[in-house]
């Protein structure tokens, strides 16, 4: 991954992609509440006399990092600016850029930067672009097959033993997609939770998949298996549901697919 260095000091990575919507829908969903909520992480948006100030993301109990905003050009340009992630490093800045193209579609591009005069934090802003990509993937999929919906987001994750290799096949032979490829169909076979839809993408290398999902509701499934420092890996899941009202159903699967994952990995936790 490269890292951009201006004359003056500015470091930055870029990321830059077409996306389904106008310049009004990806706004909706780049820079409201609502909006990234319902492909991240829940998310607020504080606004003054009509003008975004502030976002804090909720990560989990405790983890509410906030950013300030300090462009704000709606439709166009939403920026926002926070401290790095490590005492003394510089604040780093996320730019979102909308560009109207033809066909429905527009550009946007995000731009991470800070300002150092050395490599020493270039890490921090390459984390910053690979902790986005898979948020990002998911953005792409909403904005192509449920932009505007209103979304509720379950996070689950279980320790569980064995390679990540073996993770990985345990739980994908177990809820259908054992030898799926992308945009085949996939249904959840008996003793799993209700489960089906379309995958939409899927990686060894690492382990992931992004998947469509249609029952037990509209949505959006990020599935992974990640290592944890120093302890066993965990195997992940990240369930966007969406309509109106989705609260409750979202909160009946995600007790369902805790269960199962308890007993589908026993000697993890």
């Given amino acids: ?50 003008k975004g100030v502030a976002v804090t993301y909720h990560f989990a109990p405790g983890m509410d990092p906030r950013s300030e905003v300090t462009v704000w050009d709606p439709p166009r340009t939403f920026r926002q600016e926070a401290d ?14 909308i560009a ?16 150092a005069s050395t490599d020493d934090w270039d890490d921090q802003l390459e984390g910053a672009k690979s902790g986005w990509s898979g948020f990002l993937a998911t953005l792409r999929l909403y904005m192509a097959h449920f932009r505007g919906a209103r979304g509720a987001l379950a996070q689950l994750r ?36 209700t489960f089906s839809g379309t995958v939409e993408y899927l990686s060894s290398d690492p382990y992931d998949a992004l998947l469509r999902i249609d029952a037990p509701a509209p949505g959006i499934v990020a599935l992974g298996v990640a290592g944890t420092p120093g302890g066993p890996s965990s195997v992940g899941m990240n369930l966007y549901l969406y309509g109106d009202q989705m609260e409750a159903m979202l909160a009946r699967e995600s007790a369902e697919w805790e269960a199962w994952l308890r007993k589908r990995f026993p000697a993890a936790g």
């Fill in 1 to 50: 991954m490269s890292v951009n260095i201006e004359s003056d000091g500015r470091r930055s990575v870029t990321d830059e992609f077409e996306v389904a919507g106008t310049p009004d829908e990806i706004w909706q969903a780049i820079a409201t509440g609502p909006g990234i909520s319902a492909w991240f992480v829940p998310t607020d948006v504080e606004q003054r006399d009509g």
């Fill in 84 to 97: 790095g992630w490590f005492p003394g490093s510089p604040r780093i800045a996320s730019e979102w850029t």
């Fill in 100 to 115: 109207a193209r033809a066909g429905g579609t527009c550009t946007l591009r995000i731009v991470h930067s800070l300002f």
């Fill in 158 to 193: 279980r320790p569980a033993p064995g390679t990540d290799a073996e993770i990985w096949s345990a739980m994908t032979r177990a809820i259908g997609l054992g030898d799926a490829t992308v945009g085949q169909r996939f249904s959840a076979p008996p003793g799993a939770p």
